[in-house]
T-cell receptor
Framework: QKEVEQNSGPLSVPEGAIASLNCTYSDRVSQSFFWYRQYSGKSPELIMSIYSNCDKEDGRFTAQLNKASQYVSLLIRDSQPSDSATYLCAVIASGNTPLVFGKGTRLSVIA | DARVTQTPRHKVTEMGQEVTMRCQPILGHNTVFWYRQTMMQGLELLAYFRNRAPLDDSGMPKDRFSAEMPDATLATLKIQPSEPRDSAVYFC?????????????FGDGTRLSIL
């Protein structure tokens, strides 16, 4: 069974620090990886996608992928209280299969 | 911005009643997914469609849940009869697979409470 594992948290970081969120996946043939942010009472919102072993940067967010070790991470630089949310890692094995989601890591940025 | 539209946003009803949730996917998206989210289980995939054809509904309790896509602009999820354990947030998401591994975009959800 395909699984995506995340530490449930809460992960607490001070404002301005770097928040590091990690995710491991079991299906070695996984091709595409996504990070969603979900505020309390809201729907998941796509914030990053990554497809190859590299670092992908978008503003304060950096996604890192290591297919050999089967993990993907999300770094948030200069964390803000508005970054406080649950971050969901999601993985696709191929274009014909649905996303498999982790249960999410709750991040709390303390002002 | 294009959005996935779900109705109703909230639903409170008594046990045993039929519940119908509706979803309008983003125009041009050919895959539609239904998820249920609870604190304990996280996001669970209930069913999904590609080009209106059901591909997998193994996540649904077959005796009470049904999912259909009568046309490209409407997907429905029905529960009959409803039970208190069905209380959750139900999300619809849509995506486009014709261009490789594209992500899914979520609607705002239907918050369902069965009394």
């Amino acid at each position: 069974q395909k699984e995506v594992e995340q530490n449930s948290g809460p992960l607490s970081v001070p404002e301005g620090a770097i928040a590091s969120l990690n995710c491991t996946y079991s299906d070695r043939v996984s091709q595409s990886f996504f990070w969603y942010r979900q505020y309390s009472g809201k729907s998941p919102e796509l914030i990053m996608s990554i497809y190859s072993n590299c670092d992908k940067e978008d503003g304060r967010f950096t996604a890192q992928l290591n297919k050999a070790s089967q993990y993907v991470s999300l770094l948030i630089r200069d964390s803000q209280p508005s970054d406080s949310a649950t971050y969901l890692c999601a993985v696709i094995a191929s274009g014909n299969t649905p996303l498999v989601f982790g249960k999410g890591t709750r991040l709390s940025v303390i002002a | 911005d294009a959005r996935v539209t779900q109705t109703p946003r909230h639903k409170v009803t008594e046990m045993g009643q039929e519940v119908t949730m509706r979803c309008q996917p983003i125009l041009g998206h050919n895959t539609v997914f239904w998820y249920r989210q609870t604190m304990m289980q996280g996001l669970e995939l209930l069913a999904y469609f590609r080009n209106r054809a059901p591909l997998d509904d193994s996540g649904m309790p077959k005796d009470r849940f049904s999912a259909e896509m009568p046309d490209a602009t409407l997907a429905t999820l029905k529960i009959q009869p409803s039970e208190p354990r069905d209380s959750a947030v139900y999300f619809c998401a849509s995506g486009r697979t014709s261009r490789g591994n594209q992500p899914q975009h979520f609607g705002d959800g239907t918050r369902l409470s069965i009394l």
